[in-house]
């Protein structure tokens, strides 16, 4: 892909939702950690559900390391992978407790430091709470950044830095939430909307869905109906069928000439 469809998709996206924002819900970098945390393998919707009432009863690393790890499990149990979740949480509150003030530390050797925290966590954190440019990869960024041809690659790293190198410099602050939001409900995994899509033009994939059908179209090109199994079933039987009455009937002449 070319730097001008790159700057054409992201100026649509800008102008379309010029603030993008997590679809988490927090309130302090401290909140948004522990959410972040605890999205892994889970949504945000069930994330938010379970962090309501944790952050409402513990909203500090302090307050967490006294509420305990029971009860944070209680709170997450809804939450996949929630025992192991919940004890990262109270390690992590351990640590910033204990070396960072309570503070949650604002550079990647840092985070990347605590218990349950990885890169894409770390990016996320940075990006959003401290708003320091920095891409974090998940499915929908990994496949949004392959199929558009914005930013290919065979990993999460090769596509994050191909990203940061790519992205035009005015949109890399904000292009990890426009990436998220347009896999999450337009550039979908299995049925791609790209009839609804604002970039169909600019995207390079070259199987383009018609969300109607369900099925694959070249860009521009209007898919057709694709014939269910029923009308296929019976088309195959009214060709047999003809074909048989065509035997019958030139055995029958051959028989008239003789």
Same mark, same amino acid.
């Given at each position: 892909?070319?730097?001008?469809? #790159?700057?054409?998709?992201? +100026?649509?996206? /800008?102008? !379309?939702?010029?603030?993008?924002?997590?679809?988490?819900?927090?309130?302090?970098?401290?909140?948004?950690?522990? +959410?972040?945390?605890?999205?892994?393998?889970?949504?945000?919707? +069930?994330?938010?559900?379970?962090?309501?009432?944790?952050?409402?009863?513990?909203?500090?690393?302090?307050?967490? $390391?006294?509420?305990?790890?029971?009860?944070?499990?209680?709170?997450?149990?809804?939450?996949?992978?929630?025992?192991?979740?919940?004890?990262?949480?109270?390690?992590?509150?351990?640590?910033?407790?204990?070396?960072?003030? &309570?503070?949650?530390?604002?550079?990647?050797?840092?985070?990347?430091?605590?218990? &349950?925290?990885?890169?894409?966590?770390?990016?996320?954190? $940075?990006?959003?709470?401290?708003?320091?440019?920095?891409?974090?990869?998940?499915?929908?960024?990994? #496949?949004?950044?392959?199929?558009?041809?914005? !930013?290919?690659? /065979?990993?999460?790293?090769?596509?994050?830095?191909?990203?940061?190198?790519?992205?035009?410099?005015?949109?890399?602050?904000?292009?990890?939430?426009?990436?998220?939001?347009?896999?999450?409900?337009?550039?979908?995994?299995?049925?791609?909307?790209?009839?609804?899509?604002?970039?169909?033009?600019?995207?390079?994939?070259?199987?383009?869905?018609?969300?109607?059908? &369900?099925?694959?179209?070249?860009?521009?090109?209007?898919?057709?109906?694709?014939? +269910?199994?029923?009308?296929? !079933?019976?088309?195959?039987?009214?060709?047999?069928?003809?074909?048989?009455?065509?035997? $019958?009937?030139?055995?029958?002449? /051959?028989?008239?000439?003789?």
């Amino acid at each position: 892909m070319n730097p001008k469809k #790159r700057e054409q998709i992201f +100026s649509y996206w /800008k102008a !379309a939702n010029p603030e993008p924002k997590t679809e988490l819900e927090y309130n302090s970098p401290f909140e948004l950690l522990i +959410s972040v945390l605890l999205s892994a393998q889970a949504t945000d919707v +069930s994330v938010n559900a379970a962090t309501k009432g944790l952050y409402a009863e513990a909203d500090t690393p302090a307050k967490m $390391l006294a509420l305990g790890e029971a009860k944070v499990r209680h709170h997450i149990r809804t939450i996949g992978l929630f025992n192991t979740k919940a004890k990262n949480v109270i390690k992590t509150c351990q640590i910033l407790q204990d070396e960072h003030n &309570g503070i949650v530390p604002d550079t990647r050797e840092a985070l990347e430091a605590l218990p &349950g925290v990885g890169r894409k966590t770390a990016n996320v954190v $940075l990006n959003t709470a401290f708003r320091q440019i920095a891409m974090a990869v998940d499915t929908h960024i990994f #496949r949004v950044s392959n199929r558009t041809g914005i !930013a290919p690659g /065979k990993d999460v790293i090769e596509v994050e830095k191909k990203l940061l190198k790519f992205v035009p410099h005015d949109y890399l602050l904000d292009a990890h939430h426009w990436l998220i939001l347009h896999g999450r409900y337009v550039c979908v995994a299995r049925n791609p909307k790209c009839a609804e899509c604002g970039i169909v033009d600019l995207c390079e994939f070259k199987q383009k869905t018609n969300r109607k059908t &369900g099925v694959r179209a070249k860009p521009g090109v209007k898919a057709k109906k694709a014939p +269910s199994k029923k009308r296929v !079933a019976n088309g195959k039987q009214t060709v047999r069928k003809k074909t048989t009455r065509t035997k $019958l009937k030139t055995k029958a002449k /051959k028989k008239t000439v003789k």
